[in-house]
């Protein structure tokens, strides 16, 4: 009986540790949560601002398409005074320069973009990996929780029929 006894003690400290070690192991999945939220949340935030400034640019260039044609049609009407029509072609040419750096720009964030969709999409998935792993530990937990009360409840009746032995 006392082997038995001394062998359910061992049990139950064995269910200890482990019960300690699951919730370690969820403490720290919940901080790898928290942490990839947070990363997620600053992509968030940085795709939200790589829009905004897509926008700006689209009007800008916009802008300077509507920029350019006005350039082109001045340079029409006064073809006949050539310092005047020089001066038209510097400007046309500078704002094409512009635009062209500007449509370079608009790419290069438009493939941001796009990258930073990649990784966001990337940190859901991990992030409802880990979500599905944190409720798997919770479960696990659960179990171990029942048993250890059940292990419990038959050790105090053990302690009960042995005492009215």
């Not at 941001?112 to 969709?117: A, H, I, S, V």
Request: hydrophobic share 35%; proline share 0%.
């Amino acid at each position: 009986m006392a082997s038995a006894a001394a062998n359910f003690a061992k049990k139950m400290q064995s269910l200890r540790v482990e019960a300690d070690e699951h919730q370690a192991k969820s403490e720290e999945l919940q901080a790898k949560v928290k942490t990839l939220e947070q990363e997620s949340l600053a992509k968030e935030q940085e795709i939200t601002s790589l829009t905004h400034r897509n926008q700006l640019l689209e009007a800008e260039v916009e802008k300077l398409e509507t920029a350019l044609k006005e350039a082109k049609d001045a340079a029409g009407q006064i073809a006949q005074h050539g310092q005047q029509n020089e001066s038209l072609q510097r400007r046309l040419q500078l704002l094409e320069e512009e635009a062209e750096e500007a449509d370079k720009t608009l790419r290069e964030t438009n493939d941001k973009l796009r990258q930073t969709d990649v990784k966001a999409g990337h940190y859901e998935r991990k992030v409802q990996a880990l979500e599905v792993e944190r409720d798997n530990w919770e479960t696990k937990f659960e179990e171990m929780a029942k048993k250890y009360s059940a292990l419990q409840k038959e050790l105090q009746e053990l302690e009960v029929s042995m005492g009215n032995i």
